[in-house]
């Protein structure tokens, strides 16, 4: 299997795509918790993964609202469902960790749903921001709580406003 990476400038930040053998298995953000070490990534390609390119380009600029990508990414069978389930939650849409679970037909699992969700390796296309917690409340994000309201915030088509310090 070839690895490769690709990072993209994006109104969060840095973001680094990851690649196995050309399908988008990875996207993370500057200090990504649970992100890969940086031997992980593979060789640079400036060039790489040109519809994860475009396709995020065009979400930042608020013109597309699903990603039509293939994706290889690598996790137990539970959480592939929470992680396809992810992919299910409406652009502009949240839902509670306990609706989540629920969905999946686990309605007791709430806590591995958080934590599969927190193991989403490419997030963003898979869009694990849109889960938030019973009250309504921003969660954890593997990004960072500011990304994840600049996310829903864009999604909600108010204007994003992210202060990270560089």
Known sequence: MTVT?????????????RADDGVLS???MTEHRHGPAADA???????????????LAAYFAGELTAFDLDLHV???????????ALREIPYGATVTYGELAA??????????VGLANGRNPVSIVVP?????????????????????RALLDLESGAPVG?????
């Not at 990534?41 to 060039?47: H, K, V």
């Not at 969905?103 to 591995?112: E, F, K, L, M, N």
């Not at 409340?137 to 990304?147: N, P």
């Open 26 to 28: 990875g996207l993370f």
């Open 103 to 112: 969905t999946i037909g686990q309605s007791t699992a709430v806590r591995a």
């Open 128 to 148: 694990c921001h849109r889960v938030v917690g019973a009250s309504g409340s921003l969660t954890g994000y593997g990004g960072g709580v500011e990304r994840k």
């Open 162 to 166: 992210l202060s990270l310090d560089a």
């Open 5 to 17: 990476h690709t990072v993209v400038e994006s109104p969060l930040g840095p973001l680094t795509l």
């Open 74 to 84: 690598h996790g137990t069978p539970f959480q592939q469902r929470v992680w396809a």
């Open 41 to 55: 990534l593979g060789d640079g390609d400036d060039d790489g993964l040109p519809a994860a390119r475009e396709q």
